[in-house]
DNA sequence: CGCGCTCCCTGGCCGC
DNA sequence: TGCGGCCAGGGAGCGC
C-alpha cells in the first residue's frame, strides 16, 4: 500500500488518538505477520504510554515509556483504523487492536500481512537490521543533490531500480519514483551511473515535491489505502504517469508506456523522458 | 559486491 | 457465477 506520503499521513492520524495515551488492552489476533511478532508482544506493549510517534523511511515508530520503541512497517496492505470506544468484532485480517486510556480502540488489519512490528531498545533502535542501512530521508536537510549524484555514482543499475532502493534514499515507492521521473524528463531505463551530476541535481527538488504535494493529499488511495481517520487519499487524481498505460502524456499526448523492471511495473512517456 | 528474480500472502479484477 | 490467470503501493534473501 504505502509509500512515505501514505505512511506520514497515517502516523500524523495516529499521533492524537495515541500520543500521551496508555495502552490499557492490547491484543494479538497472529503469531506473525511477515515475521513473528516479537515474543510476549501484546503483554510487552500493555500498559505503556506513547510519548511520540514518528516516521522513518516507510516505518512507524513509537517511543514508549519504558525505553523501548514499537516499530511498525505497513507493508503492501497494512491498514490502521481509529475507533471510538471499542472496535467492532475483529475480521479475519485484523492482527493486532490497541486500546488507549483516552477511549480509542486503533487496528492493524493486513490482508497479505506482508507488514512487521517489533520492539526495539531506543537506544540501539537505528542499530536494527531493518533501520540500520536506510538512506537520507527525502525531504530532510541531509538529502541532497551531491549526496544522490555520489549514491548513484558507478550503480550499473537503471535508475527506476536505484530510486527503488531503500540505502539510496529512504522512502520512495514504485508510484513516486515514476512520478518524480517523469516530472523530471528522465528516462527510467537510463542508467543510474548517467543520472549522477546535473540529472540528479534536478531530481532532488522532482522527488521532494511530489511527495510533499502527496502529503498534503493525504497520499494516494488505490484500493487498500485510507487515512487513519478513514478519510481516502486524494493524490492519484494528479498522477501524471502511474497506472495511466495507453492513456495520453499530459505533455505530449504520446501514449503512456508501461514495462517491467526488477519485477515492478514502471510507467513513462518514452518521448518525454530521456 | 552488485544486480535481478523469486517469494512471502490475500484478494480484486478480467476474460473465458 | 465460476474459475484460472494476472496484478498489486514492499523488500529480504538468494543465486549468478
Redesign the pocket.
Known amino acids: 500500500?504505502?509509500?512515505l506520503p501514505?505512511v506520514e499521513t497515517v502516523c500524523r492520524g495516529l499521533e492524537g488518538p495515541l500520543v500521551g495515551q496508555q495502552l490499557t488492552k492490547v491484543t494479538q489476533r497472529r503469531d506473525k505477520l511477515?515475521w513473528p511478532l516479537p515474543d510476549n508482544f501484546a503483554q510487552r506493549l500493555q500498559g505503556r504510554t506513547i510519548q511520540r510517534l514518528y516516521r522513518r523511511?516507510?516505518y512507524i515508530l513509537a517511543d514508549l515509556d519504558d525505553g523501548w520503541v514499537w516499530m511498525t512497517?505497513l507493508?503492501?496492505s497494512g491498514r490502521m483504523f481509529i475507533h471510538d470506544g471499542l472496535a467492532p468484532d475483529p475480521g479475519?485480517?485484523d492482527h493486532v487492536l490497541l486500546e488507549t486510556d483516552g477511549g480509542h480502540t486503533v487496528v492493524y488489519q493486513d490482508?497479505?500481512?506482508?507488514g512487521m512490528m517489533d520492539l526495539v531498545p531506543a537506544d540501539a533502535l537505528y542499530k536494527h537490521r531493518?533501520l540500520q542501512d536506510l538512506g537520507p530521508e527525502p525531504l530532510g536537510n541531509e538529502f541532497n543533490g551531491v549526496v544522490l549524484s555520489d549514491a548513484l555514482q558507478g550503480?550499473?543499475?537503471?535508475i527506476k531500480?536505484a530510486l527503488?532502493d531503500?540505502k539510496i534514499v529512504a522512502g520512495l515507492?514504485?508510484?513516486y519514483v515514476c512520478e518524480a521521473l517523469f516530472h523530471t524528463g528522465i528516462s527510467p531505463r537510463r542508467l543510474?551511473a548517467s543520472v549522477a551530476g546535473k540529472r540528479a541535481e534536478r531530481l532532488v527538488p522532482a522527488i521532494r515535491d511530489v511527495l510533499t504535494k502527496a502529503i498534503a493529499k493525504g497520499?494516494?488511495?488505490?484500493?487498500?489505502?485510507v487515512q487513519a481517520s478513514g478519510e481516502l487519499?486524494y493524490f492519484q487524481h494528479e498522477f501524471t504517469v502511474y497506472g495511466r498505460e495507453g492513456e495520453p502524456c499530459i505533455r505530449c499526448g504520446q501514449p503512456i508506456k508501461r514495462l517491467v523492471q526488477?519485477?515492478?511495473?514502471t510507467f513513462f512517456c518514452a518521448k518525454c523522458q530521456r
Do not use: C, V, W
Open positions: 500500500m504505502p509509500e501514505e511477515r523511511a516507510k512497517h507493508g503492501m479475519k485480517h490482508h497479505r500481512r506482508f531493518l550503480r550499473r543499475t537503471p531500480s527503488l531503500q515507492g514504485n508510484i543510474a497520499g494516494s488511495t488505490l484500493r487498500d489505502y487519499g526488477a519485477g515492478r511495473s
